[in-house]
C-alpha cells in the first residue's frame, strides 16, 4: 500500500511559537489515531517558516518537492498567504486551521476550518460599543498583516456604530521600557479602553507593561493571545484584561480520544486550534482513502463532500471556508483565561 506524505507547516522554532503545541498535536495525533483504525502508514514532514512570510515559500517549495498528498498549517496568516501560490500550482490542497485574512478565500485549493477576521472584529466591536458611549477607545496592532487588517475591521465596525473616528497607532516589543511607561500614563488619562489586534508575545508584552505599572485601563486582546505563553507573560492580576477567540472542543465521547492524549502529553487543555488541526488532518486523510478508491482529484473531492471530523459535518462553502464555530470572551484572571460569553457565528451588530 503507498505511504500518504502529510506535509505539517508551521512555526516550529522562533519567537511565535505560541501555538506551535496545538499546530504539532493537533496533526500528529490525527495521523496517530487514523493509522491505528486504518493501518496505514502515514509518512509526517515538517516545515518550518517560523510565522515569518519570508520563510513560507521556501517551506512551500520543499514539501511540494517531497510530493506531500496535502498541507495542514502555516498558522500565521502572512505566511499562508506566501505559500498558497506554490501549492496551488502543484495542485497540493492547504488545509489551513487558524489563519483567518480573508485574502486566502481567493485561492481554490485553500480550505479553512476557523472564521475569518471579520467574525472576530464584530465581536471586539460589539463588545466595546455594548460598554463604552464615547470615541475614547484606542485601536493598537503590532504592524503584522494579522493585526492590521483585525483593526481595520474593527475600526470598520465601530465607526458604523458612530464611534468614530478612533486613533490608530502601532505597538512594538521593542520599544524602550520608559517610552512604554509613559505611553500607559498618558492612555490612562485619554482613553477607556485598548484594543488590540496581533500576535501573541508583542500583546503579552503591552499587557505585562501595562499591568505591572498598576494600571486600570481594560486591555481587550484578539484571539492569538488565548494561549499559555500569553498568561505567562503577565506578571500581576490588575485592571480588565479580556480575550477573544474560538471556542474549544467540549468533551464528548467523540472528543475524549483527542482531547485526553493532548493532554497527557502537552499538561494543558487543547485550544480550537488544535482541534480545528486535527479536523483538517483527518479531512484530508478521508480525502486521500477516497481518492485511492478511484475517485475524482484530491481537491475536488474535498470540496464536493461532507466530511465527519472531530468539530461534527464540515462542508466547505465556494470560497473552501467552513465558519460554523462558535466565539468566546474570557477574562485573564488568578493566572487563567476564565470565559465569560459564548457567541454564535455570524454575528451582528
Known amino acids: 500500500m503507498k505511504t500518504v506524505k502529510l506535509g505539517i507547516a508551521g512555526a516550529f522554532s522562533g519567537t511565535r511559537t505560541a501555538h506551535t503545541p496545538q499546530l504539532k498535536w493537533g496533526a500528529l495525533l490525527a495521523v496517530r489515531h487514523w493509522e491505528l483504525r486504518k493501518g496505514t502508514s502515514i509518512r509526517v514532514y515538517f516545515g518550518d ?125 521593542q520599544m524602550d521600557p520608559s517610552e512604554k511607561k509613559l505611553i500607559t500614563r498618558k492612555w490612562e488619562k485619554r482613553y477607556q479602553a485598548v484594543l488590540f489586534g496581533g500576535r501573541s508575545h508583542v500583546a503579552g508584552d503591552l499587557a505585562d507593561t501595562f499591568t505591572s505599572q498598576g494600571s486600570h485601563l481594560p486591555l481587550l486582546f484578539g484571539d492569538d493571545a488565548l494561549n499559555p505563553q500569553f498568561l505567562q507573560q503577565i506578571e500581576r492580576d490588575c485592571g480588565v484584561v479580556w480575550v477573544m477567540g474560538f471556542l474549544p472542543p467540549k468533551y464528548s465521547r467523540k472528543t475524549a480520544p483527542f482531547i485526553d492524549d493532548y493532554q497527557r502529553i502537552n499538561h494543558d487543555n487543547p485550544g480550537y486550534y488544535a482541534a480545528a488541526t486535527y479536523a483538517a488532518t483527518e479531512i484530508l486523510l478521508q480525502a486521500v482513502e477516497k481518492r485511492k478508491k478511484g475517485e475524482e482529484g484530491l481537491l475536488q473531492l474535498i470540496s464536493a463532500n461532507k466530511w465527519d471530523s472531530l468539530l461534527g459535518e464540515v462542508v466547505f462553502d465556494e470560497q473552501g471556508d467552513w465558519e460554523e464555530c462558535s466565539l468566546g470572551v474570557w477574562e485573564v484572571k488568578k493566572g487563567g483565561f476564565h470565559l465569560l460569553e459564548r457567541c454564535v457565528i455570524p454575528l451582528e451588530i
Open 49 to 173: 517558516e517560523q510565522a515569518d512570510g519570508r520563510l513560507a515559500p521556501k517551506v512551500a517549495r520543499d514539501l511540494t518537492a517531497e510530493k506531500v498528498d496535502g498541507v495542514v498549517g502555516h498558522f500565521s496568516s502572512e505566511c499562508a498567504i506566501a505559500a498558497a501560490p506554490i501549492y496551488q500550482e502543484a495542485g497540493i490542497p492547504l488545509m489551513v486551521p487558524a489563519a483567518t485574512h480573508p485574502d486566502l478565500s481567493k485561492w481554490p485549493h485553500v480550505f479553512r476550518l476557523c472564521a475569518q477576521d471579520e467574525q472576530l472584529a464584530r465581536l471586539m466591536a460589539k463588545w466595546v460599543s455594548d460598554r463604552f458611549s464615547s470615541s475614547r477607545v484606542i485601536l493598537v496592532d503590532d504592524g503584522s498583516l494579522y493585526g492590521r487588517r483585525l483593526m481595520d475591521y474593527v475600526d470598520i465596525f465601530l465607526d458604523q456604530q458612530s464611534l468614530g473616528p478612533l486613533t490608530r497607532v502601532t505597538w512594538s516589543h
